[in-house]
Each structure stands twice: as C-alpha cells, then as structure tokens.
C-alpha cells in the first residue's frame, strides 16, 4: 500500500479495534515494512491520535484515551449501526441525549455513502418504535435538515401545521433546536412576520434549506427559557404531585432518589445533606403534555405518589388506576 493518506486510515481503523496490535502483523496487513509502520505511528501522534507503544522483541501498538477525542474510522457496519441508534434517539427526544444526538447524526449522515444511507433507511422503515401517549413523534431526517441549517447558518424553509390545524409555509433563520424530554421545539427568528417564533418540530415537514447564508440575531433571552415561556402560554396546565419516598436532598435542593426529568422541579425539602424522614417531596411544574400520558410517566417513577391537580390530571390517574385494577384481575 503505497499511498500514505489511504495507509493511514488503514492503520488508524486497525488501531481503533481495542487491542495491542505487533509491529510486524500491522506491516504484514498493510503490505509495508515496520521501519514504515513506525513512521505512520509518529504521524498519526502529530495528528492527536494517542497511540501508546510496548517494548520488547516484537513490540506492539495500541490507541489509549487522550486529553481529547480525536476523530474515528468507522466501517460499513459500525456507520450503520450508529447511524440508526441516533435516528431512534433523536427521533423521540430521548432525555439525556438531545442536542448531541441530533448534532453527532447530522455529522454522520452528511458523509455517509450513498449504499450506507440507503441500508439505514431500510432498516428504519423496517422497525416499529412505541410512539408517545399523544402520538408526537419527529423524523429523525427532519431533526438533522433542521440541525444542519441552525449550524450553517443557513435560511430555511418549510411547511407547518399549527395547534389549531392550519397549515402555513414559513421562511425562519434557525437559532437553535431545544429538548424538554418529550418534544423537541425549534427557536427561529420568522422573515415573513418578523419576529421570534417556537415550532414544535413533530408539526414540520419538508425542510430545506435555502443556501442563504446569515449572520445570527441575537435572541432576547435564553433559547430554553423562551421555549419555556411559550408553552406556559400555550396551553400548558400547572402540576403538582406528592411523592411519598425517602430521598437525599443534595446541596442544590434536588431529591436524587426521584427521576432526572422531575430533580430540578422539586420545591419545599430543605437543601442539605441529610435524608428528608417524612418521605414526602412535593413537585410542582408545568406541562404541556396530555393528562394521560402524564400520568402514565409518574407510574413509571417507581414511587407512590398523589396528585393534587389539576382536575384532569387526577381524573387521568382515577382511570389509570381502575383499567391497571381490572387487568390484573384484582
């Protein structure tokens, strides 16, 4: 293998495998001597590879975690394969993945091959995931269109569906895409009406991006503070549940025995270090989502727990709890 940059991606998916490789069965793969071995080791260090070396007769190589991730060589099935596990993740606002799924697949799937491309979309048109109580489910290929133009920067177009049925076509300057766990919601700024806007992406389709480059507005507040001050005017009821666990209160006021998505909503325990003994944490919060997937998502906490209100909520979880009774014969 006579061309260097081809030999060096070579060499660099060998290493990637997690094992010691000897100098002489990298020469043997890459049909050079080890004295060129040894040459492509010192320059995939200068490019920040970390490739640590072992003495002895045979000596070995290895790739090791460095101060930074350098980039990775991936094969046809491993693109595959991480190329659908990140339109599954994306696709449903999984919490604690977000915005870094979102960012990692548009990378990916700018650079994947045709053939590749192709083999994920079948894969994904093959599989049926569990959608949401409220049926909001997003196309991973919408999310990425959107994540592209917000990093571009780059205008967009596409066609929306407001709350109320309406279907619109809208020209926005992305600003950022947001995550509150259960829906993703895109910060643009409208051309036509001139203003900043939220649109909850589940209600996008046809994304495309216009080759219009421009330089960002700034946004009058923080992107998840703004997407939060439009779903509390849009629909979005107050919710305010009893857990009954013991927790530790850490210093920040979070009850860590409790799901991450309700640890920053938690009021009245004292911060601290010790364990709250009356075992009751009171949680209240907004919420945009339907009473009955709400509630369904409290059962999941794996904690008792009571509802306050609203009214639906606590309908939600009389009814819950009666289908739950009956289908277990109790």
């Known amino acids: 293998m006579t061309d260097t940059p081809a030999r060096l991606l070579s060499l660099l998916s060998l290493l990637q495998t997690p094992r010691e490789w000897p ?12 004295r060129t ?16 070396a072992t003495l002895g007769a045979e000596g070995g190589y290895r790739l090791v975690a460095g101060a930074a ?10 693109a595959v394969a991480i190329a659908v596990g990140l339109r599954a993740g994306a696709g449903h606002a999984i919490e604690g993945v977000e915005e870094a799924s979102v960012r990692a697949l548009a990378k990916l799937e700018q650079v994947l091959p045709g053939r ?11 599989t049926v995931a569990v959608a949401r109580g409220d049926g909001a489910r997003v196309d991973p290929r919408t999310l990425t269109a959107i994540a592209s133009a917000v990093a571009g920067p780059e205008r967009l177009r596409f066609a929306y569906l407001a ?7 809208r020209l926005v300057e992305p600003y950022r895409l947001v995550s509150t766990g259960s829906r993703w919601y895109l910060v643009a700024y409208d051309m036509e009406r001139g203003d900043w806007r939220t649109f909850r992406v589940d209600r996008v389709s046809e994304p495309c ?21 439009g779903l509390r005017g849009g629909g979005t009821y107050l919710v305010d549940v009893t857990f009954t666990v013991t927790v530790t209160v850490t210093g920040d006021g979070r009850a860590d025995a409790l799901p991450g998505w309700l640890r920053e909503r938690v009021v009245g325990a004292e911060p601290g270090s010790g364990v709250v003994e009356s075992g009751e944490v009171r949680v209240r919060f907004e919420s945009a989502d339907s009473p009955e997937w709400l509630v369904a998502r409290l059962a999941l906490a794996g904690v008792p727990f009571s509802v306050h209100g609203p009214e639906a909520l606590v309908e939600a979880a009389r009814v819950l709890g009666a289908r739950l009774t009956e289908a277990s014969g109790a």
Do not use: C, H, N, W
Not at 23 to 34: D, P
Not at 37 to 52: A, C, H, Q, S, T
Not at 116 to 126: F, I, K, N
């Open 209 to 229: 991006a216009t080759g219009v480059r421009f330089v960002k507005r700034e946004l009058p507040m923080d992107a998840v503070e703004f997407v939060r001050r």
């Open 69 to 78: 991730m350098p980039p990775l060589v991936l094969d046809d099935e491993e």
């Open 163 to 169: 709350r109320d049925g309406a279907a619109s076509r």
């Open 116 to 126: 590749l491309r192709r083999r994920v979309g079948a894969l994904q048109s093959a």
């Open 37 to 52: 071995i040894r040459r492509d080791i010192d320059r995939l260090r200068e490019l920040g590879y970390p490739v640590e």
């Open 23 to 34: 100098g002489s069965e990298l020469a043997e793969r890459l049909r050079v001597s080890a």
